[in-house]
Antibody, heavy 121, light 109 residues
Framework: EVQLVQSGAEVIKPGESLKISCKGSGYTFTSYWIAWVRQMPGKGLEWMGL????????RYSPSFQGQVTISADKSVSTAYLQWRSLKASDTAIYYC??????????????WGQGTMVTVSS | EIVLTQSPGTLSLSPGERATLSCRAS???????LAWYQQKPGQAPRLLIYGASSRATGIPDRFSGSGSGADFTLTISRLEPEDFAVYYC??????????FGQGTKLEIK
């Protein structure tokens, strides 16, 4: 079964750093882009960026460039989303997602279960 | 960056009725690379339609997508109770960012 399994919920203080993960299984991890999508409480979906694990080609949304770091470790079939200094406004659910078609930035047919990140003092 | 505007914001209908949701892009979507997703509370989004009009695997045929250029429509022919959810469109045709619309909430009347 093709799936993306994300790391668990986090409660973090403002100013702290964080790295969440998304592990792919059931397919060739290096053949598909992985994207990250934010959903703030009660709000819509926001496309953050994506990475091609085979060569770590990364594309960021201008809205998130410089605010987060996307990376991947193909040896463990895992993509990551990282913050250096979290703010309360980073409180959200973060989803990873995989496109339908290998090697393309197609529509996302596989989604992780989401990671809830709560930033609060 | 392409901006997608969905309308209406909220649609109130009864089971058995027909739903028509709109997604308008600020510029033409290349190759009609427009997708529709359904999201229920507490769940990840689910892909319904890709390429403006192709149903994803396992999606019932009461869901259909149409449109081209900058105007797209998702139609649900006869609403089932499980169809009441939030629907998002997304374009993935041009260079990133592959933006989403703000969503349409389909609620039971």
């Amino acid at each position: 079964e093709v799936q993306l399994v994300q790391s668990g919920a986090e409660v973090i203080k403002p100013g702290e750093s964080l790295k969440i993960s998304c592990k792919g299984s059931g397919y060739t991890f290096t053949s598909y882009w992985i994207a990250w999508v934010r959903q703030m409480p009660g709000k819509g979906l926001e496309w953050m960026g994506l990475i091609y694990p085979a060569d770590s080609d990364i594309r960021y949304s201008p809205s998130f460039q410089g605010q987060v770091t996307i990376s991947a470790d193909k040896s463990v079939s895992t993509a990551y989303l990282q913050w250096r200094s979290l703010k309360a406004s980073d409180t959200a659910i973060y989803y990873c997602a995989r496109p339908r078609t290998a090697g393309t930035t197609d529509a996302f047919d596989i989604w992780g279960q989401g990671t809830m990140v709560t930033v609060s003092s | 960056e392409i901006v997608l505007t969905q309308s209406p914001g909220t649609l109130s209908l009864s089971p058995g009725e027909r739903a028509t949701l709109s997604c308008r892009a600020s510029q033409s979507v290349i190759r009609n690379y427009l997708a529709w997703y359904q999201q229920k509370p507490g769940q990840a989004p689910r892909l319904l339609i890709y390429g403006a009009s192709s149903r994803a695997t396992g999606i019932p045929d009461r869901f259909s997508g149409s449109g081209s250029g900058a105007d797209f429509t998702l139609t649900i022919s006869r609403l089932e109770p499980e169809d009441f959810a939030v629907y998002y469109c997304q374009q993935y045709g041009s260079s990133p960012p592959y933006t989403f619309g703000q969503g349409t909430k389909l609620e039971i009347k």
